[in-house]
Structures are given as structure tokens and as C-alpha cells.
């Protein structure tokens, strides 16, 4: 059986968990390494006070005259022999037979036979242990008294350096959980403070459905990461209300464009099953009911259009595409309407600008903005379409009419989404204020540009500026709703 250690899910209690395994082993660190400094240092003043011991017995030390080594009879009064009775002092001779061994000693010994070099030419210092278990540090010395050679060894007992150090563990041990268990308490509070912030944000956040979009999660103005975090998140909130905004509009406007051509389809509908009309007359409703179903066609596809292009599932297919060639076919597939109005449509310009674009979405750019120009010119008026490779980077279509112009106040929002100069007259020239959005996005889409220069009474022209992009190169295709404006 194994047992999972799993990280608290708290951020709260995980900060706290964290600031105390760091604090503890801090503390550990610490505590074992001024430990270990202290203790040594200790051990290092021992051995330093026995040599000072060493160098005051060299003085007391003599022979009796039969040869015994005895200490002198003043080391009883002497202030600073005095100490060297707590201490542990042996003498031997350098065949290791003992000469001298104080009173604290007595029969236990400070290490057996001379170890090789021992205390020749300075002082030997090593550790050890008494036979009674005493913990001492030895330091020995050569002398030589009258022409013998002694080896002098003086210890000092180490029990209270260890006794020291353990009374010293032992309070860290003791002051240890409380200071750890006090820091946890602090850090826990002071980490739910920090928190409690992103707690209100989130349960602010949570209330905001799609209905209260308008709401706003508050911002102190502190400037913190926490004011940040609440200004980013009340941004994404307005561009998320906008984009609601601009779908509901969205929606009601494509009702209402197709509530017109319906009821005007019912109303012929009931026409026709009312009256009790001749043949030639059913021909003639069921004519202009096709022609509203053909209307209705239109805006679906138009709509359908819209809509694919808003959920990305729009893929541009890249080739390399002559750009006039592309503007002669789109004036011969207009041609026929232009006849009608008894209009010209002329071509001028650039006739090898090749750029790498989707000829499908460009050409339906090209059809929008003439089939404009046309409906919207007088009869007999002329139309300009202008191909120019403006840099080596860039190629221009305008199309240039000699309509009524477009108001200053209007020219902003003939990009929008059904938006219709003339409401009534565009109604019956057959627009739904759909197809300069569906241009705008399809250039946009080839990463170019549309503006639109006008003027009452002074024609207009529409200026589309394109990238050449020789090289093939993976564009992506941008939202329909990425635009600011509805299209
Ligand atoms: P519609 O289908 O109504 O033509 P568009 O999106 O193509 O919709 O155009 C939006 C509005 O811009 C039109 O309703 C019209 O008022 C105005 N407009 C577009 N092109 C021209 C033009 N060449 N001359 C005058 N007005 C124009």
C-alpha cells in the first residue's frame, strides 16, 4: 500500500505550505550550522587553554634525586597550576613507561604507547575518550628535562562543550513547532488577505451572465497585479457586450429584411387565391412571387455568407490571379445590366498586375462595388475601373461612377452591416445593405484595404488597395466579426 502525498488545492493553503517548508529548513540550516560553529570553536579554545596548561607544567615539572619526575610543591598555590588539578595530565618516558600521572587522572590513561612523531617539534592535538566514557581533547608536547626526554599530555574534558550544545539543541527543539506553528498561523491569514481580493473578483465575475454584460468587476486604482487583472477582465467584458450588441442587432436587422419579402410574398399569395383571375394574371402573380423568392434567395446567401465568414469556416484558396484579367470578366458578367441602364463601362490600366489572392472572394469584391456604381447611376452615365500597380507591393482597383455621390455624414457606415443610405430607394433598387460589408471582408480578408471617396452630386469612387504576396504564403482568414464595424 503506497501513500499519496497530494499538494493542498488551496492556493491560500498551498502559499502558507510553502513560505513554511522554506522557513523551516531556513531555521534548520541556521540552527545546525551555528551549532556546529559555535561547538568547534569551543573544541578550538580546549586545545588552546591545554597547551597554555602545557607550557606551565614544562616549568613545574623536576627529578628527585633518585630519579623520580615529581611536579613542584608550590603547584598547589600556584594560581595557574591550580587549574591544571581539574584537568587530566600524564607524563611518559619515551619507551612509554608512565613517569607522572596527576590526582584526576589517576590510573586511567590518556592513550597507550607514543603514537609515531607524537609532540616533536610542536604541539599534537587529537580527541579521544577516558576509559570511564569522559570525551576529552589531548595535547601533547615533547620536553626535555635534564637531559631525559618526557612526553608531556595534558586533556581537557569536552563534556561541557557537548553538554552545552545539547542544552542548546534541546531549546531549539522545544522553541522549533512553536515558532513554525506561529509563522503558519501568520502566514495563513496574511495569505487569505492577500487572496480574498480574487476571491470577491471571482464571485463578482460568476454573477456576470449574458444579460449583465454591462456589469463591471471593481478596480481599486492601487495599480496592482490585482487592478490589472480586474482591468483586463472588465475590457474582455466590453468587447464581449459589443460583439452581443452587434449579434443582436445583427439578428433583428436579418429579421426585418426577411419579414418584407415574406409578407410580401403572403399577401400575393392570398391575392391570388382570392380573386377568380384569368390565366395571364396567375402567370403575373407567380412571376412576382418568384421574384421575391429570388430576393429572399439573395439575402440568404448573403446572410449564409456572413455568417460562415463570423465563424472562421471561410478558407481562402490562393493562386495567382491577374488583376485585370479579373476586373474584364467581372464588367463582362455586368455588362448585361449596364446595357440595360444604357451605361459604359470602361477598363484602363496595369495589364500584367499579378498578386496572389482567391479569385472567387475577390471577383464578388469587384461585383459588389460595380454592381453599386451601376444601380446607382443615371442612365447613361459612365463607370471607370482602374487596375495600377501602385508599388511593387501593392496593386489599386478603383471603380470610379458618375452616380449622385455619397453624403460626408453616410460615407463612415456604408461598410455596416445593413446599412442603406436611402432606405425606401434601396429597398426597390433590389439591396439589402449587405454587399459593401461582404466586399470590405473579402479584401480585408486578402489582407488589403477599402476606402471610399465621395461626394453629393460628384460621383464616387471606391479605392481597393491589395498586397501582391508572390510568394505563396499561408494567410489567415480574418473573422467577419474581428472588423470594429459590422458589416
Ligand atoms: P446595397 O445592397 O443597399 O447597395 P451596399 O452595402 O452595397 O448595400 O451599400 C450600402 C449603401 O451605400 C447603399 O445603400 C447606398 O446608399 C450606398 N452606396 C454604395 N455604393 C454607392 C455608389 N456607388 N453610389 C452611391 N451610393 C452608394
Do not use: G, P
Given at each position: 500500500m503506497s501513500i499519496q502525498l497530494k499538494w493542498p488545492r488551496r492556493l491560500g493553503t498551498r502559499l502558507t505550505l510553502s513560505y513554511i517548508l522554506l522557513l523551516a529548513g531556513t531555521t534548520l540550516v541556521f540552527t545546525a550550522g551555528t551549532a556546529a560553529v559555535v561547538f568547534f570553536q569551543m573544541r578550538a579554545q580546549l586545545a588552546h587553554f591545554a597547551v597554555q596548561d602545557i607550557e606551565t607544567v614544562e616549568g613545574l615539572l623536576s627529578f628527585t634525586a633518585d630519579g623520580k619526575l615529581k611536579v613542584r610543591d608550590d603547584y598547589h598555590n600556584h594560581p595557574e597550576s591550580k587549574q591544571i588539578l581539574e584537568h587530566f595530565l600524564e607524563v611518559l618516558a619515551p619507551d612509554g613507561g608512565v613517569l607522572y600521572r596527576n590526582d584526576r587522572l589517576t590510573n586511567r590513561s590518556l592513550g597507550a604507547a607514543l603514537l609515531p612523531g607524537e609532540g616533536i617539534g610542536g604541539y599534537s592535538q587529537r580527541s579521544g575518550t577516558l576509559s570511564d566514557g569522559t570525551r576529552v581533547v589531548i595535547v601533547s608536547r615533547r620536553h626535555t628535562l635534564a637531559g631525559r626526554s618526557l612526553l608531556i599530555r595534558l586533556a581537557h574534558s569536552e563534556e561541557p562543550v557537548f553538554h552545552a550544545l545539547e542544552q542548546f539543541l534541546a531549546a531549539a527543539a522545544l522553541l522549533f513547532p512553536l515558532v513554525m506553528g506561529a509563522a503558519a498561523l501568520a502566514g495563513y491569514r496574511m495569505s487569505r488577505r492577500i487572496l480574498q481580493p480574487v476571491q470577491n473578483m471571482a464571485s463578482r465575475a460568476g454573477e456576470i451572465t449574458s444579460s449583465r454584460l454591462h456589469e463591471r468587476l471593481p478596480v481599486n486604482g492601487t495599480g496592482d497585479e490585482l487592478d490589472h487583472l480586474a482591468e483586463v477582465f472588465n475590457q474582455t467584458l466590453t468587447r464581449l457586450d459589443e460583439s452581443f450588441r452587434q449579434l443582436k442587432q445583427f439578428t433583428s436587422d436579418a429579421s426585418h429584411e426577411l419579414r418584407t419579402p415574406l409578407a410580401s410574398l403572403r399577401s400575393v399569395g392570398e391575392v391570388g387565391l382570392a380573386g377568380n383571375g384569368t390565366r395571364e394574371e396567375y402567370r403575373e402573380l407567380i412571376g412576382s412571387m418568384l421574384e421575391e423568392v429570388n430576393r429572399l434567395t439573395h439575402l440568404v446567401d448573403e446572410l449564409l455568407m456572413i455568417s460562415r465568414g463570423d465563424a472562421g469556416a471561410i478558407r481562402l484558396n490562393y493562386s495567382a490571379v491577374d488583376v485585370f484579367d479579373l476586373a474584364r470578366e467581372t464588367i463582362a458578367l455586368l455588362e448585361p445590366l449596364a446595357e440595360e441602364k444604357k451605361q459604359r463601362l470602361v477598363l484602363a490600366g496595369d495589364q500584367d498586375a499579378i498578386i496572389n489572392a482567391d479569385p472567387v472572394f475577390l471577383r464578388q469584391a469587384l461585383i459588389n462595388i460595380l454592381h453599386n456604381a451601376i444601380k446607382y447611376s443615371p442612365s447613361g452615365a459612365t463607370t471607370s475601373l482602374r487596375v495600377a500597380k501602385e508599388t511593387s507591393q501593392s496593386v489599386v482597383i478603383s471603380v470610379q461612377d458618375a452616380g449622385p455621390g455619397i453624403a460626408p455624414e453616410h460615407t463612415p457606415r456604408i461598410?455596416?452591416?445593413?446599412?442603406?443610405?436611402?432606405q425606401g430607394r434601396s429597398r426597390d433598387a433590389g439591396g439589402f445593405g449587405l454587399g459593401l460589408s461582404i466586399a470590405q471582408w473579402a479584401v480585408e480578408a486578402h489582407h488589403g484595404s477599402i476606402s471610399v471617396s465621395s461626394a453629393r452630386g460628384e460621383g464616387t469612387t471606391f479605392r481597393i488597395t491589395l498586397p501582391v504576396f508572390l510568394e505563396p504564403k499561408p494567410i489567415e482568414t480574418p473573422k467577419l466579426s474581428a472588423t470594429q464595424k459590422p458589416i
Open positions: 461598410f455596416d452591416r445593413f446599412y442603406r443610405v436611402d
